[in-house]
């Protein structure tokens, strides 16, 4: 039983628009969300994260919306940047952030 | 460098050999984890050492598996007897609380990429 998932493998969109990435989990016990962006052959890079007791963080040009009656986070990053392309992980934990459930990835292609 | 540092970087080992994965964290950071990522799927978690507490080995998928922290600092994961099924990116991370408290953060290093033949 996969406790979160990112459904989309990959996305696709163009440099200036938006690019919304996907989550979804299954436990309610989990407490705190958290994006790392991973690019290749390189370990993942914190992105931004969002406590349950909120719907919304933001940090420069992404932002996280969390909806717990759905058990769904999204991240969005607007506008999208080709240095952006890189596979973006979604991870929660209960209690101890550093020990997180990952979803398996959405690969982000940002096309010039 | 000032980031968690990994070795080897990459590592091909014949099922049945025990293998060695070193991970020298950030300095002063007193947490410090490994996970595993397998050929396209997300982290999973293997241990958790939080200063000289005993660690949390809930991830370990078998008693093959086992790691040390010496010192505080640097630490070795162990497989023993190992299995195809263990190829996979070995990731060490460290932060410098139990847990970041108020971005969760991770400092990752560039893993160690096991491959068993």
């Known amino acids: 039983d996969q406790q979160v998932k990112q459904n989309s493998p990959s996305l696709s969109v163009q440099e200036g628009r938006i690019s919304i990435l996907n989550c979804d989990y299954t436990?309610?016990?989990?407490?705190?969300f958290l994006w790392y962006k991973k690019y290749p052959a390189e370990g993942p890079t914190f992105l931004i994260s969002?406590?349950?007791?909120?719907d919304k963080n933001e940090d420069g040009r992404f932002t996280v919306f969390l909806n717990k009656s759905a058990k769904h986070l999204s991240l969005h990053i607007v506008p999208s940047q080709p240095g952006d392309s890189a596979v973006y992980f979604c991870?929660?934990?209960?209690?101890?952030?550093?020990?997180?459930?990952f979803g398996d990835g959405t690969t982000l292609t940002v096309k010039p | 460098g000032a980031g968690v540092s990994q070795s080897p970087s990459n590592k091909v080992t014949e099922k049945g050999k025990d293998v060695e994965l070193r991970c020298d964290p950030i300095?002063?950071?007193?947490?410090l984890y490994w996970y595993r990522q397998s050929l396209g799927q997300g982290l999973e978690f293997l241990i958790y050492?939080?200063?000289?507490?005993?660690?949390?080995k809930s991830g370990l998928p078998s008693d093959r598996f086992s790691a040390e922290r010496t010192g505080g600092s640097v630490s070795t994961l162990t497989i023993q007897r190992t299995q195809q099924e263990d190829s996979a990116v070995y990731l060490c991370?460290?932060?410098?609380?139990?847990?970041?408290?108020?971005?969760?953060?991770?400092?990752f290093g560039e893993g160690s990429r096991l491959t068993v033949l």
């Open positions: 991370a460290s932060s410098p609380q139990p847990y970041t408290a108020n971005t969760g953060e991770l400092f």
């Open positions: 436990n309610s016990m989990f407490d705190y």
């Open positions: 969002i406590s349950s007791i909120k």
């Open positions: 991870a929660a934990s209960n209690g101890n952030a550093g020990k997180s459930t």
């Open positions: 300095s002063g950071h007193t947490a």
């Open positions: 050492f939080q200063g000289n507490s005993a660690p949390d």
